[in-house]
């Protein structure tokens, strides 16, 4: 049997897309159904491991969670991670193929739909449904013939398209109207629906604007669906980090934490569990102003390790960051972070510069960096081994889960300055030490990502920077949400706000298959 296909397109960037095709995985999920998404092209920096050691969007592998799917390569086979304004790392089927500018990426892409084809076949003959995800807006008139991601999809798919716009940001009804205007007749033909995002208020103030859009475009309104403040889903790029802007300063009972928000910041995702901690502020910062007094300040990971530091030396932060350290006020580097922090960054090859390079780090922790063609993804098991100044608080029988994306390797100076050994998934083996402390402990780096998302970590660092602060140690293991009950969380926002009945005739959907969930597990991984 092949699969249903229904997809999700947006008349901009981060409307919401990624979101509504979580809650619909989930929702499909829970009906039943084996579901796998999909998206042909992603551009973004915050990344996904999959268990055979690939690299999808994190949006996909996020998505393949709430279905209960293995993520795998087929479910987003192009990504580009952008190192600048006009170039990206192309990563197709889970593997680099080198740095190319937009006009080489473009005249590589006959070629690849072709492995778009092929991949979604192959989620297509593995599942029941399909849940395709667009990318920008499909209104793209400039990029219509060489399109790669929307209405080409959809007609691969022969797919119902699902438009969905943001109200929180104004001019929604232009901006569905406008989208349905620039699409050529057979591409406004697959429209089946609307869907209204992010919408905060009384709904029958909505209703007169509603009446218009469905008279004036004959399509229908499947639903407006509210607000979602704090949901606990990874974002899929920095775009959302612009409503982080101004967030405010912690109470002096709190714990305040300032990440860098670095030009080319990739997985910032890495602290969105620390977010949703009570008692805890975190602040994406890009000035020395707003750094200053903060409890802890995160170095988080980069595409472009070498600009961002010379950014951080230019606008003065590279030099509050290393006062801190001399003050014994924490810093913490995450993966491109940590190389910051180190002394030395090498790039004989100009793997990540134009031209070879080597640049002197901020010298706070005793490593070197030395970038090589060949890049590290894998999905790590780890151990604390109890230094810097939360590890005491960690405890080394805790088995800590996360994932290395990097380009070369990263050695220390001298022995015995590691954070963490790895235990399991190391390319290097297992026994394989990770990152490093300074000399007084007070600065800690490591390559590994996803770490905030262990409990018991977590729980050390805050209990660290509470006992430092003088203030009540509130850390509960557990206290925050678990990704699960988010990913239920919005299925059943889907389902109180969408008409359901209407989604599943759209798709084409009937009922479930009944299939035992372990053999519907097992079905996923044929992938």
């Not at 740095?99 to 070629?111: D, F, I, L, N, V």
């Not at 709190?254 to 990739?266: H, S």
């Not at 180190?342 to 960096?369: H, K, Q």
Request: with cysteine.
């Amino acid at each position: 049997m092949t699969a249903r296909t229904v997809m999700i397109q947006g008349t901009s960037s981060s409307v919401g897309k990624s979101v509504l095709v979580t809650g619909l995985c989930r929702m499909l999920r829970q009906d039943g159904f084996r579901v796998a998404p999909f998206k042909a092209q992603n551009m973004a920096l915050n990344a996904y491991v999959t268990p055979d050691g690939r690299e999808i969007g994190r949006a996909q592998g996020v998505q393949a969670e709430a279905s209960s799917a293995t993520p795998s390569v087929e479910m987003n086979p192009i990504l580009l991670k952008p190192e600048g304004d006009s170039r990206s790392q192309v990563i197709v089927l889970g593997r680099s193929i080198g740095s190319m500018t937009a006009r080489e990426y473009h005249e590589r892409k006959p070629g690849l739909r072709r492995i778009v084809a092929d991949s979604l076949a192959r989620l297509r003959a593995a599942f029941d449904v399909v849940v395709i995800e667009g990318a920008g807006s499909p209104a793209e008139i400039n990029l219509r013939d060489r399109d790669i991601v929307n209405m080409y999809v959809a007609g691969l798919a022969d797919a119902p398209v699902i438009l969905v716009g943001d109200i929180d940001r104004g001019g929604v009804f232009a901006a569905l109207v406008g989208t349905l205007e620039l699409l050529e007749p057979d591409e406004r033909a697959r429209i089946a629906a609307f869907v209204i995002n992010k919408f905060r208020g009384d709904i029958t103030l909505l209703r007169p604007g509603l009446d218009f859009l469905e008279r004036r475009t004959r399509v229908p309104i499947l639903g407006v669906l509210p607000y979602l403040s704090r949901l606990r889903i990874a974002d899929e790029d920095s775009i959302s980090l612009e409503s982080r802007r101004g967030m405010r300063r912690a109470l002096p009972e709190e714990v305040d934490i300032a990440v860098v928000r670095l030009p080319r910041i990739a997985n910032h995702d890495d602290v969105e569990p620390l977010e949703h901690e009570p008692g805890v502020v975190v602040r994406f910062v890009e000035h020395v102003g707003e750094m200053l007094g903060a409890d802890l300040v995160i170095v988080p990971g980069s595409k472009s390790t070498t600009a961002d530091l010379a950014w951080l030396r230019e606008n003065g932060l590279a030099s509050v960051i290393v006062e801190r350290a001399a003050r014994g006020e924490p810093v913490i580097g995450l993966c491109g972070g940590c190389q910051m922090l180190g002394e030395r960054i090498e790039d004989p090859e100009g793997v990540e510069s134009i031209g070879p390079t080597a640049v002197d780090g901020l010298g706070l922790l005793p490593v070197r960096t030395r970038f090589a063609q060949r890049k590290t993804t894998t999905r790590v098991v780890a151990r604390a081994l109890g230094r810097g100044f939360f590890g005491a608080d960690v405890g080394t029988d805790a088995r800590l889960e996360g994932y290395e994306i990097h380009m070369g390797r990263v050695e220390a100076s001298h022995e015995n300055v590691a954070v963490f050994e790895i235990v399991d998934g190391s390319e290097h083996g297992s026994r394989a030490m990770d990152g490093a402390v300074g000399r007084d402990g007070i600065v800690v780096g490591t390559m590994i990502h996803g770490l905030f998302e262990n409990d018991a970590l977590r729980a050390g660092l805050l209990r660290a920077l509470r006992r430092r602060k003088g203030v009540c140690d509130q850390v509960q293991l557990g206290a925050i949400p678990t990704k699960e009950s988010e990913y239920d969380r919005l299925a059943r926002t889907l389902r109180e706000n969408l008409d359901t009945v209407q989604f599943a005739r759209l798709a084409g959907l009937s009922k479930a298959r009944d299939l035992p969930i372990e053999e519907t597990r097992r079905s996923s991984r044929e992938v």
